[in-house]
């Protein structure tokens, strides 16, 4: 199941009448927004809207019914049970991540970012820079963890040779386990043109 | 042959001063009168007096008694001038002229003198290139290996010849290298990671920061990797001089630069 799927369907069992209105599903053989809506004192856009939604996830199924008046759906339940499954670790970008790793970056001249110490002072704080131009120009701040804090404060300089990514986490005496966050701040430096890569 | 010092002269600076004040007190000495002039710079000398003796309590550094005695000098020998009737003036110019001369002696020896541009023109001696590249985080210059005591006993030479001024966090120890002694004494600054400072911290290592105000003193822009790994440098060898007994060493060193304002 994709993850803007199961967010859509979160955002359909998150509403307050939801319970309510999976009552009557059950209940009823079938029932349009019309009944549901007066059922549950709900507006019938409201009522349309979530069954509706409950269709695109396959949990109702729709059906064109002509009466007296002009056509009008009704909707009945497709399944007695709703499960999610989410796998998070696939949210990792593993490929990108091993290419990252090898990638030889320095700190980019005149990026006009400005990296804040810690108090320690052996570690960067945050990162302070600006994105737009003219009007646009916007400060944003980048507050790091303290592993992206250590590797930072080890990123060579603008006019030092470039250096592979693992081996500033080397000599930063950086866990393994911190790796990966490592390498999302280095992301995030690039993109923003903060970094340079050979 | 001598190099060229890669720090831009600040002779026109002390030029500047020196007219200003010269123009201020003939000014004030014209228009005021006698009384008030002497009332002017009996409180500058009083002045002068206190600050270099808190010079001396905060380096433990007995150059800066001299100063004080010579104001304290000057602020009697104006008060006894204002007296009508009272003037000791051959005792007051032999007082002069014997305390002159020791604190003439102790500025060309330069006891006293803070080693601001001494520490910067060091530090850009080393680096050949001049590809800029400045960047406002301090750089990581290395490690020495020292003990707590060592480190201590160096922080207090530094102080007292005018090297830096240092500042202890609880796991490391920051030298400042500020252009004066006199304005931190005065003005107490919070954050001396505003400033150009080397550390040496708990586990040995050695960090630099170099401000843009100061790497805008140097007269190219030098390869500025470079020059923070030189002024770690600089300070490792000073340390490794102190460790060894040979503090004379760094002194010497410092004086080898001539004509350096």
């Known amino acids: ?198 | 042959m001598e190099n060229t010092n890669k720090l831009k002269s600040s002779v026109w600076i002390i030029v500047l001063a020196a007219s200003v004040a010269l123009i201020l007190t003939i000014g004030i000495r014209l228009i005021l009168g006698r009384e008030a002039f002497y009332i002017m710079v009996s409180i500058l000398t009083v002045a002068a007096a206190l600050i270099h003796f808190l010079a001396f309590i905060k380096t433990k550094n007995p150059s800066f008694l001299i100063p004080v005695i010579f104001y304290g000098f000057i602020f009697v020998g104006l008060q006894l001038f204002m007296i009508p009737q009272r003037q000791e003036t051959l005792a007051f110019v032999i007082g002069m002229i014997i305390l002159g001369g020791v604190l003439i002696y102790i500025l060309i020896t330069r006891r006293m003198k803070w080693r601001y541009r001494e520490v910067l023109e060091l530090a850009a001696r080393p680096v050949s290139g001049s590809a800029n590249g400045f960047t406002p985080r301090p750089y990581p210059a290395g490690e020495a290996s020292y003990t707590k005591e060592e480190l201590k006993a160096f922080t207090k030479f530094i102080l007292k010849h005018g090297i830096a001024l240092p500042h202890s966090d609880t796991d490391r120890t920051v030298l400042v290298i500020n252009p004066s002694l006199f304005r931190p004494l005065l003005f107490k600054k919070k954050d001396p990671q505003r400033d150009t400072y080397v550390t040496f911290d708990a586990d040995g290592r050695i960090s630099v920061n170099i401000t843009e105000k100061d790497y805008k003193k140097y007269r190219e822009e030098l390869t500025f990797d470079q020059l923070c790994q030189s002024l770690g440098n600089l300070f490792k060898d000073f340390l490794t001089l102190h460790q060894q007994g040979q503090e004379k060493k760094i002194i010497e060193r410092m004086n080898t630069l001539k004509f350096i304002l």
Not at chain 1, 76 to 97: G, N, Q, V
């Open chain 1, 1 to 198: 199941m994709d993850f803007q799927k199961i967010s859509r369907l979160g955002a359909i069992l998150s509403k307050d009448y939801a319970g309510n209105f999976f009552r009557l599903l059950v209940t009823y053989q079938d029932i349009s927004a019309s009944e549901a809506a007066s059922r549950l004192n709900l507006h019938i856009k409201t009522a349309q809207d979530f069954l509706d939604g409950c269709e695109e996830q396959n949990i109702v199924v729709k059906t064109e019914v002509f009466e007296k008046k002009r056509p009008y759906y009704r909707y009945k339940l497709l399944k007695s049970e709703l499960e999610i499954r989410i796998d998070l670790t696939a949210f990792a970008e593993k490929d990108a991540f091993e290419n990252k790793l090898m990638w030889k970056i320095r700190e980019k001249k005149n990026s006009g970012a400005l990296f804040k110490t810690a108090s320690a002072g052996n570690r960067i704080a945050s990162v302070h820079y600006f994105t737009g131009k003219g009007r646009e120009r916007k400060e944003r701040i980048l507050n790091v963890t303290k592993s992206q804090g250590i590797f930072l404060y080890h990123l060579p300089f603008p006019t030092e040779p470039h250096r592979e990514v693992q081996e500033i986490i080397k000599k930063a005496q950086i866990g393994a386990l911190y790796v990966p966050e490592v390498v999302d701040v280095i992301s995030v430096l690039h993109r923003n043109q903060l970094i340079e890569k050979a």
